[in-house]
């Protein structure tokens, strides 16, 4: 199953919701700060990762960039978790293709 893998941020509602909205229901978040989580392995299935820049520290960044430029996985950046940075990245157009192709029998791209 597709997924989306959010690290970094505290409170990723905002980046949960928006997701949600578009059909993305399978969502991972670690917290970014934890010294473990830079050991952790990405789930299979993750097709995107958003990361929070502000709340995450830099070792885990890089390995988390490292890792998923190996498995061809999307990374999005956004400061914070705020609905209307979600948006404005799905807006531009850096979501929408890579989410259509991992998520495409739920047509998340239409709004109703």
């Given amino acids: 199953m597709s997924s989306v893998l959010i690290v970094g941020g505290d409170q990723v509602e905002g980046i949960k919701e928006v997701l949600g ?29 958003v990361l929070v820049t502000k709340w995450v520290n830099h070792s885990i960044t890089y390995k988390v960039k490292k890792h998923a430029t190996k498995r061809g996985i999307k990374v999005l950046y956004t400061p914070n978790g705020s609905r209307e940075r979600m948006f404005d990245i799905i807006k531009k157009d850096e979501l929408k293709p890579t989410i ?8 998340w791209w239409q709004f109703n």
């Avoid at 259509?100 to 047509?107: D, I, L, V, Y």
């Fill in 21 to 49: 909205n578009y059909g993305v229901s399978n969502i991972h978040h670690w917290s970014g700060r934890n010294g473990g989580d830079a050991n952790k392995m990405i789930p299979q299935g993750t097709k995107v990762i």
């Fill in 100 to 107: 259509a192709s991992a998520f495409k029998e739920k047509r």
